[in-house]
């Protein structure tokens, strides 16, 4: 049993989507060498239940998938991996796996930054043999599980000595680099450990992402503000054939090359439409942020693209505003609202997954018998899964995009509207034959820090499992750029016609906000304020008169009616949940998410 470790901080410590997107793929890569080197050597791989691809993307998870298909959004390979060897060739297939991902990452550092450097600490890569004479399969799965986790808390810290040395901007665990590799554009110039260097240079070097043809710049991963226009953009597209629709994002076009040209992986759900122009192939993936207006500010620009002339980019600065204000009113009087400012980062993760392998069955005194017949099909429904669900989020329905899927993993951005209908879609794909799963939604700023928003995801999954000992949870929260967060945290039960916690959260979301209540569904602020000034005495009284409390304040403060059952059916769930070191139950939680979800994340072309 081989485990590459480290996996969740290498990852999250990105700062943009493409970063986040080559880490993934890179511990991918890795525990795939590891699999193969295991192959190689005689040994039958369990998980994965097949031999990965040479060339792997996207980040195992810590559970238990196959395959990989080298493209974003594929299923993942493992970074556990299992595998039965010769009788006494574990330790050696062992040894030799980990030496070759070493090898392996190595080559790496020297291909990303033009000389061996060393990253104490990355790739970490433990694993432990157990010999046959300790019983049948699943006696020696239960002793490689704990023999596992105590060597995890075996640690060698390596000696190093590089005083005077400025740190890692992403990993302060590492000292940066005293000088950006060769060739690396201006806008990615940053002060980067060899490590971060690796992430960042990786679809340069022959990693994922890598579709330039002779002479082009491979495309990146899409960018937070690509992914939060795509429902605006996706209508535009369809608008092209209107004069004024194509001569605004020509404009719009125009004044962008004159800053940038880099060029972005597409959407999926664009793939279908194959641009047949340059404005169309434009608008579909490169012009994420451009749709915005207040992207066009010149001090901001200025800093960003120092190279422009100032006259050049001041009268482009000018354009493009101008282009950007033009195509969000002809986009409006064709009933389309300007593009949401706020997108969402999915994470899922089946709930004990560890013990489920161990044969447990939740809810049920029965047990599995633990062969490696059943881990491998165990392994194949994930693999299954996870290919199902990258089917599912990247549908134009959904505007989705995986950054890593294992089946018991997952990782995903979503524009705001379409987010909660993608945790619906890809929590309803996982067969009853798996364990249930928790979900944390986290909507965020598209110019937030991404690195704080994925690790305030994981923090939102943690909630979710806490929510009950038997998990299942749903966790829906925001984060704001000034750093306010709010969560709400539910179960994944569905009532008798179907209807569950998303449903009930995505009555915010239809529509266009408005200001003036009533049955538009404004649904003003100020529900906010009294529910938290009258927490107390509302979650006090009994549940029919808190329900009558709640429609009325609800409608009071211009919300629908439907709106109202739903915020009642949410804060009911709510004020049930215990709460560890706070007396009595909460009810401003799923008020607030709701309040946030209409005036932040409706409208935009959803």
Not at 107 to 125: K, Q
Not at 255 to 260: E, P, Y
Request: hydrophobic share 40%.
């Amino acid at each position: 049993m081989i485990a590459v470790s480290g996996v969740q901080q290498f990852i999250t410590e990105s700062r943009t989507t493409s970063d986040l997107s080559a880490g993934s793929a890179i511990v991918a890569r890795l525990s795939a060498r590891a699999a193969r080197e295991c192959a190689s050597r005689g040994a039958r791989l369990v998980f994965p239940a097949v031999v990965p691809l040479e060339q792997a993307s996207n980040k195992p998870d810590d559970g238990l998938a196959s395959g990989s298909t080298g493209t974003p959004g594929a299923p993942t390979v493992p970074n556990r991996i299992v595998a039965l060897a010769p009788e006494g060739k574990g330790a050696e297939v062992a040894a030799a796996a980990d030496h070759a991902v070493r090898q392996d990452w190595a080559g790496l550092v020297r291909e990303a930054v033009g000389r061996p450097v060393a990253t104490p600490g990355m790739p970490s890569v433990q694993w432990v043999s157990v010999p046959a004479s300790a019983g049948d399969y699943a006696e020696q799965w239960d002793a490689a599980q704990r023999l596992l986790v105590a060597r995890k808390r075996i640690r060698a810290f390596d000696a190093v000595d590089e005083p005077d040395r400025e740190l890692c901007s992403l990993s302060p665990r590492w000292t940066a680099e005293p000088e950006p590799p060769k060739g690396v554009p201006s806008h990615e110039r940053d002060r980067l450990a060899a490590a971060n260097w690796v992430k960042r240079r990786y679809r340069r070097i022959g990693g994922a992402g890598d579709d330039g043809g002779p002479g082009e710049v491979p495309r990146g991963f899409p960018s937070t503000s690509s992914i939060a226009s795509a429902p605006f953009r996706f209508l535009v597209l369809a608008a092209m054939s209107d004069r004024q629709v194509s001569r605004a994002v020509s404009a719009l076009h125009v004044a962008a090359q004159v800053l940038d040209r880099g060029r972005e992986q597409p959407l999926a759900a664009f793939a279908a439409d194959a641009p047949p122009t340059a404005d169309r192939s434009w608008l579909a993936g490169s012009a994420g942020r451009w749709v915005y207006r207040d992207t066009w500010q010149e001090d901001v620009l200025a800093r960003e693209f120092p190279s422009v002339p100032a006259e050049k980019r001041a009268r482009a600065v000018a354009e493009g505003e101008r282009a950007a204000h033009a195509l969000h009113k002809v986009m409006k009087d064709r009933g389309v609202g300007p593009p949401v400012l706020h997108l969402a980062v999915i994470a899922q993760d089946l709930d004990s997954m560890g013990r489920f392998l161990g044969g447990e069955v939740a809810g049920s005194r029965q047990r599995n018998a633990v062969t490696e017949a059943w881990h491998r099909q165990v392994s194949e429904r994930l693999s299954a899964l996870a290919r199902e669900t990258c089917e599912l989020l990247e549908e134009a329905d959904h505007f989705g995009v995986p950054v890593y899927a294992g089946g018991d993993d997952l990782l995903a951005f979503a524009p705001a509207a379409h987010a909660l209908a993608a945790a619906r879609a890809v929590q309803d794909a996982i067969p009853e034959t798996l364990p249930t799963a928790s979900t944390a939604v986290l909507f965020f700023h598209h110019r937030s820090s991404l690195q704080q928003a994925v690790s305030e995801a994981q923090r939102l999954l943690e909630a979710a499992k806490e929510q009950d000992e038997r998990k299942n949870g749903l966790a829906v929260g925001y984060l704001r750029r000034s750093g306010v967060r709010e969560q709400s945290v539910q179960a994944w039960t569905r009532t008798a016609d179907r209807r569950g916690p998303v449903e009930d959260f995505e009555e915010f979301l239809s529509g266009t906000p408005e200001s003036d209540g009533g049955d538009a569904g404004g649904l003003s602020l100020r529900l906010v304020q009294d529910c938290l000034r009258d927490e107390t005495e509302l979650v006090s009284l009994p549940d029919d008169l808190f329900a009558a409390e709640m429609r009325r304040l609800v409608t009071r403060h211009g919300g629908t009616r439907a709106q109202a059952e739903a915020l009642v059916r949410l804060a009911a769930a709510e004020r049930s949940r215990p709460v560890p070191g706070r007396r009595g139950p909460r009810l401003a939680e799923p008020v607030k998410v709701a309040a946030f979800l209409r005036q932040e994340c409706a409208g935009g072309g959803a």
